[in-house]
Every structure is written in structure tokens, then in C-alpha cells.
């Protein structure tokens, strides 16, 4: 179906979704600019930050492979309502893929709660947890990508913080986010 709409981007997408069932907002993440820097397009950066809802940016060169195994990226330094993991539970359940949930402690901060609910909030499925301590989560990740295979890498998005910094880079690592495999971002 193609729908034309003369509304900036944010108001469309947000119109289609209130007159549609729509499970996901599926993106690439092409740059019209072709600047090998920018990793996320204009487009996408902006409905990614400003739509509440589902999101998978798919980058540039990816091949489909079904979906066998998930990598859930979650920063213990946020609370994270239960109620945003809804679409990623969905997704487990029903395509019987298993979830890999990488523990990552950049420096030694104090964590939130969250990471003691990560038992509760996926107790109906499996799933394994790693350790990763003391290192940047774009050089955790980036290594676990390689190590470990997974179709799907899925964050929370938190306003401007850890899924910027984990995507366009921190001033303590210049990694970006340049994986081949799609991003789903959680929205709350």
C-alpha cells in the first residue's frame, strides 16, 4: 500500500500509525548524503527519536537471514518500564528464537534495579545472560556481533543518551553502530 502524505515526517508516520494496524516501523538506515560517517539517514534519526513506537533499522547491504537468535543490549544505568519490552517478548514467543542478553557495565556506577527485573521481566521465555565489564558497550557489542551469531539486534531507547551514544559514538570511543544486522529499537 503507498500512502502520500505532504506532513513533515514525524506527523505522518504518527498519523499512519493512528489510522493503521501497524506492528513495526521498518527503516533503512541510509544517509542521502552517502557520508560514510553519518550512520543513521536524516529520516530515520529523526522518527527514531521522536516516534513512540517499534522500529527496525535495517542497514545498507543486509541480506534477510531468518531470525534464529536475538541480542537484547540493555544499560542498567536506566530503569526501563516492562511494558517496553512487550514487542520483543511477541517476537521471542512466537518465532521460538532465543534471546542473548549481554550484561555490560561500561565503568563501576552505581546500577539501577533494573538489572535484578531482567529474571522477572523474561521469565516466561528463556534466555542467557554475559558478563562485559569495564569496557565501552559499542567495543562490547561489536565484539559479541562477531562471536556470537545473531539476526536481530534489539535497545531501549533512551532521549538522547546511551542508544546516541552507542550508535553515533561517545567521546571515550569513536566506535559507531556499523553492524550488518537490523536494529530494533524499543520505544515506550
Do not use: C, W
Request: glycine share 2%; aromatic share 8%; charged share 25%.
Amino acid at each position: 500500500m503507498t500512502k502520500l502524505d505532504f506532513a513533515n515526517i514525524i506527523d505522518a508516520v504518527n498519523k499512519l500509525l493512528t489510522l493503521f494496524r501497524i506492528e513495526h516501523i521498518i527503516m533503512d538506515t541510509n544517509s542521502l548524503a552517502g557520508v560514510a560517517e553519518v550512520i543513521f539517514g536524516s529520516n530515520t534519526l529523526q522518527i527514531t527519536r521522536n516516534v513512540n513506537f517499534p522500529i527496525i533499522a535495517v542497514p545498507e547491504g543486509s541480506t534477510y537471514e531468518q531470525i534464529k537468535s536475538i541480542l537484547l543490549s540493555l544499560n542498567y544505568q536506566y530503569d526501563v518500564s516492562p511494558e517496553r519490552f512487550k514487542v520483543l517478548l511477541e517476537t521471542v514467543k512466537k518465532h521460538k528464537v532465543s534471546l542473548k542478553i549481554p550484561e555490560i557495565e561500561e565503568r563501576n556506577i552505581e546500577l539501577s534495579e533494573q538489572k535484578n527485573r531482567v529474571e522477572e521481566i523474561f521469565k516466561e521465555i528463556a534466555f542467557k545472560r554475559y558478563a562485559i565489564k569495564n569496557i565501552p558497550a559499542p567495543i562490547a557489542i561489536s565484539a559479541f556481533q562477531e562471536l556470537i551469531s545473531i539476526q536481530l539486534h534489539a535497545m531501549v531507547s533512551e532521549p538522547k543518551s546511551f542508544l546516541d551514544r552507542f550508535i553515533f559514538g561517545s567521546t571515550t570511543s569513536k566506535i559507531n553502530y556499523r553492524s550488518q544486522v537490523p536494529l530494533l529499537v524499543l520505544q515506550e
